[in-house]
Each structure stands twice: as structure tokens, then as C-alpha cells.
């Protein structure tokens, strides 16, 4: 072609080209640690290599395949740079177009991917998104385990899984998750004492959606969530697939789980988990609270995970000799907590199967079990996986790398939102982080306006002198009145909040009813109560259909009727 031996207009030439978009990805996930110091002011594609910037080197290969056009995904701390380089680079160039997309954030590679194909920049039959999505298998544990008593009392009648996250079911974010990743199948467990009312709530939501099929699994007894996996292989329903496991009560965005994803089949991992940070508390605010679990977490290098460990009782922690001999430098944190977020190899049913008598709970039995594999090789024998990297190899489309035969990884949340709604503190949390309007999950209200809005139904009516803040959600057919407070608040529908009422920092279910000047704040009101007039909740969680009568105050109570 170059010698002129074949015209350049050469369909075979053209249509080989023709089959393929080029992306490059310049700058996604922050600058390189790895390239310092070179990095500390320059993007990692601008460092100069043979005295000319990277990123050059990928241009060139461009031009000489004779592509005409590419995407250049940079993020917009240091698009200027990069920009202003490759059009100067090509300003002689009139065969190669550059189309530039630049990200507000840092993302991984994998949720790039996603964002150019959701704004159209990538064909949505584009076969790297597909592909990404067909290599896995997506599991929601609605119920498995009976009531959460930690949520009580929002669960004394309601299924976890259903309980009201600003006026939306709390499954309906992992389905909404499975949507915006494109997913086309999932399976839901739940527990046959539960499952009509999940099923009822599932099947009305997807009612409109062609893209998503779900196959619902209903267990006989409650049971813990490995043993829940087991009983999915045994039944059939794990195909060989790597499979993702989701908890019920989990909110989390999917640039999180496109970060788990790059990190999982780049390792040909084991199990890869989710993370995140505890959230700070105000040492004057501190107290001691029973029964909490702490999460002993060891990182090693590259994100290796090497303990989970949650107990209770003790804030002491052993680590295996055998451990410190494989792995001499590990970072043992205290002050992270498993995410209920998984991605597992499929070989690891094999090991799930043959110590099944040992395995009940995913993140107190299997996961640790899998991470001792690491230092531990016997381990595996004892499960009878004799070769795991040959096993893997046959239920994998990754390739074994390394002598490693078990890699466990952690990732730490850095960019986006995730959050368990598993008990009263956290549910209110998650019920704010919703009502802010900043997450990629939305209220299913209206929001009054673009930045920091409220979102309101329009059913809604709003008395004279009541300033309705950003932060707040007010449901469909709720009266508000004159001169009343409403500050960071959720709430549901048919409420009524009278003229003089304060509801602050609180979390309000349907059917509601304030009496004039009653004040609520940092309480969840459970459906069809009632609080008097001139009363004052605070701190309390209120059953569904209590009364306060009028004129009495109550704080830091547990109301469960």
C-alpha cells in the first residue's frame, strides 16, 4: 500500500480499518504515581520519551495504519495540555480527525468505556461493552437471612430489600445499577416467607423494561449468604461464569464496580472486593456502640487483600506467621469495612462445595477462607482443587499470569457512592446522599430546579412562607404549610406537615401526620403515625402507626408498638 503497489483506496485496505473505533486513553485515573517524579506536573501521555511526548508514539501508529478518525479521552485538570499538543502535533495532518471527551472526574478505564458509550461517542452494540458485561454473572440477595434487626423497626413488616430509600424500594438501586450497566439477566434470591412481595415489587418495576431479565430464586429456609451461593450452584443456576454478588441492602454507582472490573480480569483474581471508608465521627459525639463490628482489613501491595477479619468482641487481631513470610509488608486497617460487594472466579464454587459444612456467610467464612489460600497452598488440597490455575484456565476468558495460585484483591472507593442501608444510622445516610441530588441515582420526584434542588412532587402543596431548601425529597399528595422548617429530610407521600411544624435531618414514611409547631429532627417516622401538636421527637425511630400525643416530648427512643 505505501509503495503504491495496491491503491490506497484498496477496499481491503479501508474495510479492515473500517471494522474498528480507536479510543486513547490519556488521562482517566489521576496522574502516575509510578512515573514520579516525571509526573508531578506533566500528564503520564505528554512525558517526554526520546524527546517527544508519549502519547506521539500513538498518533504515529494511527497515521501509518491510515486511520482517519480516533477519540482522545482525557480529564479536564489536564485536557488543556493534552489538547493544545495533539492538534499541534496534527496541524499537517489532514487524514486523522481527534475527537476529545473530557471527563469531570477520575474514573478506571473501564467506566471511560461505559461513559463514551452512554453518550454515544461508542455504538451501544459496541463489542468491548457487551463483551465487559457477557463475562459475568450478576447475583442480588434480596433475603436471605430472615429480618434485620439492625433496621428495625422499618423491618418488623417490610423485607430489607423493600424498605424505602427516598421514597424508592431499595432493590430498585441494584436494578437500576444492572440497567445503567447494561446487563441483560440476573438472578434475585430471596426467601419464600418474603418473596411475593419482592417478586410484585420486581416485575412492576421491570415492567417497562425490555433489556433486563430476571430469574427469581426462592429458598425454603433462611440461610447465611454462602450457603444461598451453594444452593445456586447445586440447582444449576451459576452457569461458568465469574459471577458478581450484590447484598440487598447495597447503593452503589457503577463507576465503582467498572473499577472492581478492570482490577478483577487484570489479575485473573480469585474473589475482588469493595471497600470504603468508615465514616468520621466527632470525638464529643463518639460513643461506644454494643456489638459493633469491626472489620480487620490487611491490603498488601497492589491492592492484595490478606485479612478480613470482623469480630465483636475484641479489637485485637493475630496474623499467621505464614502470612508475614509471603507477605512482609501489609497495611492492617481499622478503619475500612467490607462493602457487601463481590466478584468471584467461578472456580471458587469447587472449594464452596467440597468445605460446604464450614462455609454459612460469604464475608466471615468463605472470603477469609479464600485469602488464607493465598499463604496457605494445603488449603486448596484440602478442598480437592488440585491444580487451580488449570481449573481456572477452563472457566476463564482471562490468562494465569503468575506462579500465584489464589489472588484475593481489595478495592478501595475513592471516586463515586457506595453505601450499605443495614442499619438505622446508615439508612439515614443513604436516604440524604440520595435527597442531595448529587448521585447518579436520583429521587423519582421532579427536582424544582438544576443546582442543589429539591426534589417535590408536583401533587405537593406548599403554604405561604415555607422555603423549601435543596436536600430535601416530599412525596406525591403531601401538604406542607405556612412558615414551617424542612431541612435535609425525606419525606413520603400523603404526609401532612402543618403550619409552624419543623422536620429537620429526619426520614418521614407515608401517611404522616404532624400536628402545628410539632418538631421532628434526627428521627425516622415510620408509616401512618401521628405526632400531636406541639410534640417533639427527636432522636427516636417510630413503628408504623404510633401516636405522639400533643404537647409530649420523646428522645432517643426505639418505638416498636
Known sequence: KREGYIGADHPNIQNMLSEFQFIILASTTGRSRRLLPLTAKTPKCLVSVANRPLISYQLELLINLGATSAIVVTHEGESESIIDFVEKYLSDVDTLSIQFVILEDYVGSAASLLHLKREGYIGADHPNIQNMLSEFQFIILASTTGRSRRLLPLTAKTPKCLVSVANRPLISYQLELLINLGATSAIVVTHEGESESIIDFVEKYLSDVDTLSIQFVILEDYVGSAASLLHLKREGYIGDKDFVVVNGDLVVEDNIFLAMVDKHRAEDATVTILINQKKKVNPKDKKKKKNEVIDFIAIGEEDRLLMLDSNRSTKT??????????????????????AHFYIFANWTLNILEEKHEIFQSI????IPYLIRCQYRPTL???????????????????????????????????????????????????????????????????????????????????????????????GENSTVGSRCAVKKCVIGKNCVIPDKAKVINSILLDNVVLGEGAKVQNSIIGNNCNIGINAVVFNCQLADGLEVPEGESIEDEKLLG
Open 363 to 366: 464475608k466471615y467464612d468463605f
Open 380 to 474: 486448596l488440597t484440602d478442598a480437592g482443587i488440585s491444580n487451580p490455575q488449570e481449573t481456572a484456565l477452563e472457566m476463564s476468558t482471562g490468562v494465569l499470569h503468575d506462579k500465584d495460585q489464589t489472588k484475593c484483591y481489595a478495592i478501595r472507593m475513592e471516586n463515586g457512592f457506595c453505601a450499605r442501608a443495614s442499619n438505622i444510622e446508615h439508612f439515614t445516610d443513604v436516604n440524604l446522599a440520595v435527597a442531595s441530588g448529587r448521585l447518579q441515582f436520583k429521587p423519582i420526584e421532579p427536582p424544582n430546579k438544576d443546582r442543589n434542588p429539591a426534589f417535590i412532587a408536583t401533587s405537593v402543596t406548599v403554604g405561604k412562607q415555607t422555603n423549601l431548601p435543596g436536600g430535601i425529597v416530599i
Open 317 to 338: 487481631v493475630k496474623a499467621k506467621k505464614s502470612l508475614l513470610q509471603k507477605f512482609p509488608n501489609i497495611t492492617l486497617r481499622s478503619n475500612y469495612r467490607d
